[in-house]
Nanobody
């Protein structure tokens, strides 16, 4: 079982994308995070959200990214605005807590051109 992210693509700098991750079962209430991994770099946490909807962000994306939960669709979404070339990475969703994570899925590629 994996959590599959979708919604990536190629966008120009300054553009926007919305990523989505379907969550089911206990993951609908767990603290969930969006992570990214750029080529040659370690995977990093960019945003996370509690089961009640309290959101937190890495400094690098604060003010540009918005994480949210859609209870009707059972998704955890990441709205990304004012994208920069340095946001280029494969984006993944998974539990915030390492002990609760599922194996990493394929992620979704986000490429921001300058």
């Amino acid at each position: 079982v994996q959590l599959q992210a979708s919604g990536g693509g190629l966008v120009q700098a300054g553009g926007s994308l919305r990523l989505s991750c379907v969550v089911s079962g206990i993951f609908r209430t767990r603290v969930m995070g969006w992570y990214r991994q750029a080529p040659g770099k370690e995977r990093e946490l960019v945003a996370w959200i509690t089961g009640l909807g309290s959101a937190n962000y890495a400094d690098s994306v604060k003010g540009r990214f918005t994480i949210s939960r859609d209870s009707a669709k059972n998704t955890v979404d990441l709205e990304m605005r004012s994208l920069k070339p340095e946001d280029t990475a494969v984006y993944y969703c998974n539990a915030f807590s390492a002990s609760q994570r599922l194996p990493w899925g394929q992620g979704t590629q986000v490429t921001v051109s300058s």
